[in-house]
């Protein structure tokens, strides 16, 4: 049998059920808020956005490889790709653009320029340090891990802090191959 | 037709607020978790509700106003009315979704928890899930809130889940 | 030309204020808002035959002073708008449009996740985007 053509993002896109952006980005600034009000820390929040974004990504996987007919990426470099034009292109409903790889093709940056998340967001000068926009470096981690990618996921330019795109820098740090994430018996 | 994100996106969210306030941050007081993930729907509630009138004349009264969230409102947020909207006249409204898309697209798993009690099982796990259920619930109740009350309509919102897979809102407001 | 816009929550409670002018008018422009919410309550509970019907965000005409009109805008969700204006000659069109644009800009301000409610408006964004909508007030439009 032919091996099905993998699915661009828009098309994707336009074939998944889709809501009005702002009840996103309005949701996620509530969350975002609330966290700051209960957490206190805006290390803490840091840290709680980085992990609701890889308890997302783990399961977000799993719809990006059933809709997207992506074969199985061996290439950290394909991957990035992937995720930059179909992954974010499904979701979020845009894409991002892929630069900055580094020598041995282990260091990328995954570029935003429109970012849902962050529309109407305006951040007070209390909250210095805080990276907005974190439950995405999560969901990169969580859904690259799920296909046997460990990687380390930083911040490099951040729009709400004055620069003039997002720039989140992605680091392969170890790839287990031949592993299968998925057991047969789930 | 305004910018738009997939659906998983918003129903990822909403399973990490569940998750987030009602296992992690406050594992063993489901109340105060109610209350944070609710005070997150009524952020969102008020914010919308100015949004969505933006373009349209003032409402006359409470019940114009109800009926907004009931079609306007309703329909941006989940591309249908409410099906069924009941009052009693005196400051209560029912609204009725008989296929309330949050709850009809998420697969709720009970929290697994030894219970050490010597109830039915199924009985049990019937409460987990109607547990679990209910703090999905609180999110879209505090929209409500929030939108009537910057629509000049404060009130109490509840939900009734006992005729899944519709779902009553229940608004109580002290005036009329 | 436009001297003073505002915006007052429905608690009278200002939101936003800015002057178009010298500081020394400021404080009567100041004083002319607040009077003209007597104005608009006064308006909105008593709807005159021949002004703008009773559900009509656009108030119109509020009271004219000595040297200025006043025009106000009321939303669905209580919040007033003010327009303090030097002109003489000024078109219903291009006020309505003022307060359409106007309003675009303040729901997207109260959607920044960090504004409080009630509490007075910071956004810079905002602040930036009414000076344009007031620059280019009553500029006809590019044949």
Redesign the interface.
């Given at each position: 049998m032919a091996p099905v053509a993998p699915r661009s993002g828009d098309v994707i896109?336009a074939s998944?059920?889709?809501?009005?952006?702002?009840?996103?980005t309005?949701?996620?600034?509530?969350?975002v808020?609330?966290l700051i009000t209960?957490l206190e820390e805006v290390e803490e929040v840091n840290k709680?956005l980085d992990?609701?974004g890889y308890?997302?990504g783990i399961?977000?996987i799993d719809?990006f490889l059933a809709k997207s007919n992506v074969s199985r990426c061996v290439d950290f470099k394909e991957t990035a790709e992937v995720i930059a034009k179909v992954g974010f292109k499904?979701?979020?409903?845009v894409t991002a653009s892929v630069t900055n790889w580094d020598a041995e093709g282990t260091c990328c940056s995954l570029i935003l320029e429109d970012n849902?998340l962050v529309?109407f967001v305006e951040l007070p000068d209390t909250c210095q340090g805080l990276y907005y926009c974190n439950i995405l470096s999560g969901v990169v981690r969580g859904a690259l891990e799920m296909v046997s990618m460990k990687t380390e996921v930083t911040w490099l330019r951040d729009m709400l802090r004055g620069d003039d795109a997002f720039e989140l820098q992605v680091k392969l740090l170890k790839q287990v191959p031949e592993e299968y994430p998925y057991k047969d018996d789930e | 037709m305004?910018?738009?994100?997939?659906?998983?996106?918003?129903e990822?969210?909403?399973?990490?607020?569940v998750?987030?306030y009602g296992t992690r941050?406050y594992a063993n007081k489901p109340d105060l978790a109610a209350r944070?993930i609710e005070?997150?729907?009524y952020?969102?509630g008020?914010?919308?509700?100015?949004?969505y009138?933006?373009e349209?004349?003032?409402?006359?009264d409470h019940l114009e106003?109800i009926k907004f969230i009931c079609k306007d409102f309703w329909s941006?947020?989940f591309k249908k009315q409410i099906d069924n909207l009941k009052t009693n006249h005196r400051g209560t409204f029912v609204l009725q979704d008989n296929r309330f898309r949050w709850l009809s697209h998420m697969s709720i798993d009970p929290s697994p928890e030894n219970s050490g009690s010597t109830q039915d099982p199924s009985a049990v796990a019937e409460n987990k899930a109607a547990e679990a259920a209910s703090m999905h619930l609180y999110f879209p109740c505090g929209i409500i809130r929030g939108a009537l009350s910057?629509?000049?309509i404060p009130c109490a919102v509840s939900a009734d889940i006992s005729n899944l897979p519709a779902c009553e809102f229940l608004s109580f407001s002290a005036l009329n | 030309m436009i001297v003073c816009v505002a915006v007052v929550g429905?608690q009278n409670n200002p939101l936003y204020i800015q002057s178009f002018t010298e500081a020394d008018d400021a404080l009567k422009l100041h004083h002319i808002v607040h009077c003209s919410l007597d104005v608009v309550d006064e308006r909105v509970n008593n709807p005159r035959k021949s002004g703008p019907?009773?559900?009509?965000?656009f108030l119109g005409l509020l009271y004219p002073t000595e040297n200025y009109k006043v025009y106000g805008y009321?939303?669905?969700?209580?919040v007033k708008f003010i327009l303090v204006t030097t002109d003489l000659d000024v078109r219903d069109a291009d006020v309505r449009n003022f307060f359409r644009r106007f309003?675009?800009a303040y729901?997207d301000a109260?959607?920044n996740?960090f504004h409080v409610?009630g509490k007075k408006i910071t956004s810079r964004t905002f602040a930036e985007r009414v000076s344009t909508i007031v620059k280019s007030f009553g500029l006809s439009s590019a044949g």
């Amino acid at each position: 049998m032919a091996p099905v053509a993998p699915r661009s993002g828009d098309v994707i896109f336009a074939s998944v059920e889709r809501v009005n952006a702002e009840l996103f980005t309005l949701t996620y600034g509530a969350i975002v808020r609330q966290l700051i009000t209960d957490l206190e820390e805006v290390e803490e929040v840091n840290k709680q956005l980085d992990q609701m974004g890889y308890n997302i990504g783990i399961r977000l996987i799993d719809e990006f490889l059933a809709k997207s007919n992506v074969s199985r990426c061996v290439d950290f470099k394909e991957t990035a790709e992937v995720i930059a034009k179909v992954g974010f292109k499904m979701f979020l409903g845009v894409t991002a653009s892929v630069t900055n790889w580094d020598a041995e093709g282990t260091c990328c940056s995954l570029i935003l320029e429109d970012n849902p998340l962050v529309d109407f967001v305006e951040l007070p000068d209390t909250c210095q340090g805080l990276y907005y926009c974190n439950i995405l470096s999560g969901v990169v981690r969580g859904a690259l891990e799920m296909v046997s990618m460990k990687t380390e996921v930083t911040w490099l330019r951040d729009m709400l802090r004055g620069d003039d795109a997002f720039e989140l820098q992605v680091k392969l740090l170890k790839q287990v191959p031949e592993e299968y994430p998925y057991k047969d018996d789930e | 037709m305004g910018k738009e994100v997939s659906e998983s996106c918003v129903e990822s969210l909403l399973t990490e607020i569940v998750s987030s306030y009602g296992t992690r941050f406050y594992a063993n007081k489901p109340d105060l978790a109610a209350r944070r993930i609710e005070a997150i729907g009524y952020q969102v509630g008020h914010q919308l509700s100015e949004r969505y009138t933006m373009e349209r004349p003032r409402f006359s009264d409470h019940l114009e106003a109800i009926k907004f969230i009931c079609k306007d409102f309703w329909s941006e947020l989940f591309k249908k009315q409410i099906d069924n909207l009941k009052t009693n006249h005196r400051g209560t409204f029912v609204l009725q979704d008989n296929r309330f898309r949050w709850l009809s697209h998420m697969s709720i798993d009970p929290s697994p928890e030894n219970s050490g009690s010597t109830q039915d099982p199924s009985a049990v796990a019937e409460n987990k899930a109607a547990e679990a259920a209910s703090m999905h619930l609180y999110f879209p109740c505090g929209i409500i809130r929030g939108a009537l009350s910057n629509l000049g309509i404060p009130c109490a919102v509840s939900a009734d889940i006992s005729n899944l897979p519709a779902c009553e809102f229940l608004s109580f407001s002290a005036l009329n | 030309m436009i001297v003073c816009v505002a915006v007052v929550g429905h608690q009278n409670n200002p939101l936003y204020i800015q002057s178009f002018t010298e500081a020394d008018d400021a404080l009567k422009l100041h004083h002319i808002v607040h009077c003209s919410l007597d104005v608009v309550d006064e308006r909105v509970n008593n709807p005159r035959k021949s002004g703008p019907t009773l559900n009509d965000t656009f108030l119109g005409l509020l009271y004219p002073t000595e040297n200025y009109k006043v025009y106000g805008y009321l939303t669905n969700t209580k919040v007033k708008f003010i327009l303090v204006t030097t002109d003489l000659d000024v078109r219903d069109a291009d006020v309505r449009n003022f307060f359409r644009r106007f309003h675009s800009a303040y729901v997207d301000a109260v959607s920044n996740p960090f504004h409080v409610p009630g509490k007075k408006i910071t956004s810079r964004t905002f602040a930036e985007r009414v000076s344009t909508i007031v620059k280019s007030f009553g500029l006809s439009s590019a044949g």
